[in-house]
């Protein structure tokens, strides 16, 4: 199994574009029942498997991930927390977040300094990531359960300046995600202004509900785009954007 962060390199570096499945252990019932609708996952296209959520409760989070592990086969499975509560042993890699959009401390730092010393027990990937929210000014579950405003999708100056900052800081990945559910995606103008101030490997997620709005995320620089709410609704929906990923990256290569 590759590591992660060869993996997001090389997205990176050689301009194919990548796809992740975002899935909520909030919303995953019927573990048997899970396993048998996604057993194809693991011989897809799929890049890698993010779990995480806005919500607080990790009773089922280990046995999701465990779900995830019989599914994925070599795809490697990435934490995305919601908080210090949303980790196990069980996976791969984890996106260690600071929400550097934001200026609640607790997200900031508070929750990771709590969450170091076990990840490190864990023997995890660490993968230190920028995460900047950005939309519309939806109240997402992420904008209310991190009490911080998100940047504004009209401001790619603002987006670029807090994602130089977070280069300084020393962030190697950035995740410009407009929440979970969101209406509408982070806008191709912010990607682009994240992209040409920090040369490092760019996730995008969040309102990704159709082909052409990954594309649009894509063409303005996402090395990774994310699905999650979109499949919860239309399972049928990540194959359809597996399958268009796998054209792109074809026609990137006859080019």
Known sequence: MKRVSKILKE???????????????????????????????????????FVGGS?????????????????????PVVIFP???????????????????????????IGHQVLAAPLVRKMKLEVLPTAYMLVNEGEITSVQYISQTLPLPNSK??????????????GMK???????????????GAVIKSVRS???????????????EKVKNAYENGADLAVIGNAVEKDSGFLAESLEYKVLLNL?????
């Open 11 to 49: 997205f990176h570096t050689t301009g194919r574009k990548g796809l992740a499945w975002l899935v909520d252990p909030d919303k995953v019932t019927g573990g048997r029942s899970f396993e048998e609708n996604y057993s194809w996952v693991k011989n897809s296209a799929l890049d890698l498997i």
């Open 55 to 75: 919500q607080l409760s990790r009773d089922n989070f280990k046995e999701v991930v465990q779900s995830l592990k019989k599914i994925a086969g070599e795809i």
């Open 82 to 108: 919601g908080s210090q509560m949303q980790l196990t042993e069980e996976a791969d890699a984890i996106l260690f977040l600071s929400l550097i959009s934001g200026r609640n401390p607790e997200y900031l």
């Open 156 to 169: 790619p100056a603002l987006a670029e300046a807090t994602a130089l900052a977070g280069l300084y800081l």
């Open 173 to 187: 990945y950035f995740f410009v995600d407009a929440g979970s559910g969101a209406k509408s995606p982070v806008s």
């Open 197 to 211: 101030v920090t040369h490092r490997p760019i996730i995008v997620g969040g309102g990704l509900d159709s082909l």
């Open 251 to 255: 026609s990137l290569h006859v080019n």
